[in-house]
């Protein structure tokens, strides 16, 4: 598969460039030259393929042929080790993409993403520096799928004292091949340090060095994955194709159902449900698009104001096309916290924030004769216990699962730094 650039559509690259680049010199996204197709024996045989034969399936095209498929094999087996529930609650499905490492969707993406670079950059001598900044989330979920793979190292930049404690242990309590900076200053510093580092001469003749941002398109493509999944759920429990419901910031996951749908999944349409960061259902009903500064929510990981994957959602489809796949909703805060408390007393079921601003959104659409509820697959981006600040007050105690007890226990290993770039160039030395 050839990939080029949002902003250029004549220099094309190969998967191997456009995943270890990140972003296109011009500063655009890569996206695919088309969206491929699968087989028709593959569509046929659907419903009796388990996770991994999908996987394989779903990315092969799009890693052709630099990642062959005995190491394609070997990747997903070892990437996507947890379950994917696709549960039935109240008069709908709820699809749980919160059971690996991190207990955030971000797994799927982190963990493919670290082996593929690992494999493309295999016989490589030069040692590759991954530095993130983060404010909770995203350090987390790439440290752990970074977390032991050869020949690579990362650095997580995030704010001292402003992510929670447990987020602090997922980044700084693993240690191995990565390591914690807690910077004095914001997490806007922290992103300042890091681009600051990627143009500094000594660090860059010491070290490859790459960003692993959510816009790589090697963190994109492993998401499709779970959509074709949970398409073949619904239709052998329902026979019938089902919507996705996407909570959405910065759209790279309803990006990748979109990708899903093309090739071929059984799915009827999407569901891009916001909080009151409403630029992209803004844009669908007026046809204007306006980023906006981003407003803090209590779905925070959603509170962005100019959705990065836009600009590649704008490079395959046009806003009809684009009003005719998605329907998009924006819910306020306090509906997002009367979801989380009546979906726990009415179904025993806790959702968090960003899952719970995906079931408001079904029961508006539900409300207008838009979608039937009957219809609905929610993705379930988090577990509770990640925000329990704001869900349990809302619904009692919610017991931390497994893989956050284990973080939980581990003691946070930092270097303080301040905000100054020059301290980041001797800890990196
Ligand atoms: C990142 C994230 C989102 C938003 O996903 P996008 O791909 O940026 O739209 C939603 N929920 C949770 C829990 C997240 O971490």
Redesign the pocket.
């Known amino acids: 598969m050839r990939y080029y650039s949002t902003r250029n559509d004549l220099e094309a690259v190969n998967f191997a460039a456009a995943a270890l680049r990140g972003l296109a010199s011009d500063g655009g996204l890569f996206v695919p030259e088309e969206i491929p197709c699968y087989r028709p024996a593959v569509i046929s045989s659907l419903l009796s393929m388990d996770f991994f034969d999908i996987a394989f399936e779903t990315i092969r095209p799009f890693v052709h042929p630099e990642i062959p498929d005995s190491a394609l094999k070997d990747m997903v087996s070892s990437a996507f080790t947890f379950p994917v529930p696709v549960v039935p609650v109240s008069n709908r499905f709820v699809m749980e993409l919160f059971h690996g490492p991190t207990a955030?969707?971000?797994d799927f993406g982190a963990r493919f993403m670290a082996r593929a670079f690992s494999y493309l950059r295999r016989g490589e001598t030069k040692p590759l520096k991954i530095l993130v900044a983060t404010s909770g989330?995203t350090g987390g979920a790439v440290a752990s799928g970074f977390l032991g793979v050869e020949g690579i190292t990362v650095t997580v930049l995030y704010p001292k004292g402003r992510v929670s404690p447990l987020q602090e242990k997922q980044i700084a309590g693993l240690g191995g091949n990565v390591s914690a900076l807690a910077v004095e200053g914001s997490f806007d510093d922290c992103q300042r340090l890091v681009k600051l580092a990627f143009s500094n001469k000594n660090i860059r003749t010491k070290f490859d060095m790459s960003s692993a941002n959510?816009i790589n398109i090697a963190r994109l493509i492993p998401q499709t994955v779970y959509y074709t999944f949970g398409a073949a759920a619904f239709v052998k429990s329902r026979n019938k194709n089902p919507v996705f419901c996407v909570?959405?910031?910065?759209?790279?996951?309803?990006t990748a159902g979109l990708y899903a749908m093309m090739m071929g999944a059984p799915a009827d349409r999407f569901v891009a449900a916001t909080n009151i960061n409403k630029t992209f259902p803004d844009y669908l009903e007026s046809g204007a698009y306006e980023a906006r500064l981003s407003e803090a929510t209590i779905s925070n990981?959603?509170d962005?104001g100019a959705p990065s994957n836009f600009e590649r959602m704008k490079a395959h489809w046009t806003l009809e096309e684009m009003r005719r796949l998605i329907l998009s909703v924006f819910i306020t805060d306090d509906e997002t916290r009367s979801t989380i408390k009546d979906v726990h007393e009415k179904y025993g079921y806790s959702l968090?924030p960003?899952g719970a601003v995906g079931w408001t959104a079904v029961d508006k659409l539900d409300k207008k004769k838009l979608l039937p509820a009957e219809r609905a697959v929610i993705l379930e981006?988090?577990h509770p216990a990640k925000f329990a600040e704001v869900v349990e007050p809302l619904t009692g105690p919610v017991p931390l699962p497994p893989q956050l007890a284990e973080a939980d226990r581990r003691n946070a290993v930092f270097t303080a730094i301040p905000a100054d770039i020059n301290a980041l160039v001797d800890v990196l030395q």
Do not use: R
């Open positions: 955030a969707f971000k989330d959510s909570p959405s910031g910065n759209f790279g996951n309803l990981a959603m962005v968090d960003h981006t988090a």
